[in-house]
């Protein structure tokens, strides 16, 4: 079974950073893109970043770009998120997620458990 367990989780002040991971098994790791979703408590699901299977093609949204970044080790099968100048609406969970392409113009198949961020002073 596919498995993908997010941990990195929070609480952090504004302008801090964190950095999430994503360790995922039971599934050739490298042959799939991957993403982040956070989920606003009370609000729906949004994207957060998306990143290709070899990891040189990412797109980020545009409340996070210039301070998230996405990352993948296929030789590790470990997704990250580097989270940077944090503020209190980055609070949510956040979930890892899996594409069932190479691509992430493809559907997205699985999910891992959230791990929670909160930024508070």
């Known amino acids: 079974d596919v498995q993908l367990q997010a941990s990195g989780g929070g609480l952090v002040q504004p302008g801090g950073s964190l950095r999430l991971s994503c360790a995922a098994s039971g599934v050739t790791f490298g042959d799939f893109a991957m993403s982040w979703v956070r989920q606003v408590p009370g609000k729906d699901f949004e994207l957060v970043s998306q990143i290709n299977d070899r990891g040189d093609d990412t797109k980020h949204q545009p409340f996070v770009k210039g301070r998230f970044t996405v990352s993948r080790d296929n030789v590790k099968n470990m997704l990250y998120l580097q989270m940077t100048n944090l503020q209190s609406e980055d609070t949510a969970v956040y979930y890892c997620?899996?594409?069932?392409?190479?691509?992430?113009?493809?559907?997205?198949?699985?999910w891992g458990q959230g791990t929670l961020v909160t930024v508070s002073s």
């Open positions: 997620t899996k594409y069932s392409g190479s691509s992430y113009y493809t559907l997205r198949d699985y």
